[in-house]
């Protein structure tokens, strides 16, 4: 068995154990699109969006497996419906992805969402894990929940909330159902992927000083 493969069954356990876990079915569907098992990603990702609609990121990848198995009807949908969750928001890197994907299909961009009015001031902080639910209400930590530089970017940019989500519940998960040895290289590496996925830091490396 291929290591993709491996990990495929990892999280496909993860999500089977754990049905409304999105991260899970998130990072399974993520596997398949690296497997090309696009039907399969397909499957992943629209649970994904039932359990967390606003998880903008998630739209832009159904879309791209939905053009790869020639359904273009469904993805021009899906990535119209992506810029507005993304718009409003304020996600502006899926945003821009998913403009970008409507124009090579020969798709009008949608119209950017006007403020809601009413809402308030807010705290002022802004999370930036795309499936924080918080919005304007979201409150930032007291002060860097580690002492290292990925504890600085935490504080800065991942609200209370989610961190707390973070580490008193599916960090706990992922080290029990993946059986991961934090006292080992390999156990810390992939106790940071998770987390990064966890956090919308999918595609960059986390150093620790």
Known sequence: MSQLQERIAQFRKMASDDPENELGHFRLGQLFMEGQQFNDAIASFCRTLELSPQFSKVYQLLAS?????????????????????????GDKMPRDEMGKMLKELGEPIPEAARPVEGEGPGTGFRCERP????????????????????????????????????????SIKVINELRIDLSTEFGQEEYDKHMRGFFGWEEEAITHS
Do not use: H, M
């Not at 929940?145 to 800065?156: F, N, W």
């Open 131 to 170: 499936t924080c639910a918080a919005g304007n209400r979201a409150r930032q930590l007291a002060g860097p929940p580690l002492t290292d530089e990925v504890g600085k970017r935490i504080y800065e940019s991942i609200c209370a909330d989610c961190w707390n989500e973070w580490f008193k519940n599916y």
């Open 65 to 89: 497996c939905l053009i790869k198995v020639d359904r273009k009807k469904e993805a021009i949908e899906i990535l119209q419906n992506g810029w507005k969750t993304a718009d409003e928001r």
